[in-house]
């Protein structure tokens, strides 16, 4: 059965100086589990991989799994041509009938040529691929700075040819950089900061709190809709759904008023933290902003940070609210995060919420409420979700 190619640039991981292999062996392992139902065979070559994927996959789900996958910059449908003026120029006529170059317009030749043994210089190369492009298309024009399409032709140990290149997410491959916990709401800014942490590799799960019958069933669709969303960055994740009404209620009809935010939150690190060493994290990501809410200024901050001993990561602190928004349009979290149904924070919010806790005042409160039993349970009874790195839910998988 013939193949599909594929050449993949990496980004950051080829500044990568020792490390170098354990990235790309980490990024190539991500990307084959990706496309695991149709296999694929993976070469490397300085500063490139070459996928060579079954002929059967469909194209846009394979742009989908490379255009989501951390540590590519840049991917290709490729065309392996023979060694040789000859082979090059044929394999070119043959590829750009069924290319954007049929559309006609204007048009550039990049040409790179790794292996200067190969007799003609990069610019006699291009002179010879443009006059290909003439004899089929007589019509079009070369713009250099602004073509409609371009035709890549790159000489390396084998030769390869492309016309359409699409982007990459950039940054490092996930799991090469530890394991956390993200706290995933249904609000629009938890899904980002996971994107985030994903991107400069880090191999996540999600845990929700959920407060039913106060949060609804639509509340955790949405939840678990995020996590699909975010689940090809990530490489697929487990969401662990707490339920935490009791806890909640509890906080509510004991607590001072004001703080209840700060008692839940202080109650999630906790209920994280047991969660996050079952399955061998070691870090807490949430998805707050500086002085975006009442909960989230300097001084609650670091209440929350004292109630554990991870190392808690809030990769939006210093992003505006539009910063987030536009990356969650970006990664197609932003319209699923706007549906209206409220998280357990909202329904439970105190109408004048504590900003500026002294910290031991809160603490001592937390410990007079005695979470501890509300916390066990709560980890006891909490469900798993698991999403495959293609963000569809695996029913009846082994948490
Ligand atoms: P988001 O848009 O992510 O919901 P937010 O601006 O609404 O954030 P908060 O509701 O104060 O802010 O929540 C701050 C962070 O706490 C969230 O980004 C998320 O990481 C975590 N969090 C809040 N509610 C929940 C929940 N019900 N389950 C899990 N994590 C939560
Ligand atoms: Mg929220």
Redesign the pocket.
Known sequence: MPDKLYLIKEGEISLKGGNRNLFEKQLRHNIKNKLRPYHSDITKQKGRLYARIADEAPDDLIAKALSTTPGITGFARAHKAEKSLEGIRAKALEILPSSDFCRGGSFRITVKREDKSFPLNSHDMACELADAVFSLYPDMTVDLKRPDHTLTCEIRNDVYLYTSEEKGEGGLPYATAGKGV?????????PV?GYMMAKRGMKLDA????AYPYTSELALDKVKQLASIIAPYLGGLHLYVVPFTDGQVHIRDNGYEEEA?LMF?AS?MQTAERIASGCGASAIV???ALS??A??TLDAMSFTDSMTDLLVLRPLVGMDKEEITEKARRIGSYET?ILPYE????VFSPKHPVTRPVKEVVRRHFEELGMESFIEKAVEETKVYVFDPMGREIENAEA
């Open positions: 993200l706290l995933l709401s249904g609000g629009i800014d938890s900061a845990i929700y709190f959920h935010t939150r999630m949430t998805g707050e975006q809410v909960s989230q995060s998280d357990c924070c909202v």
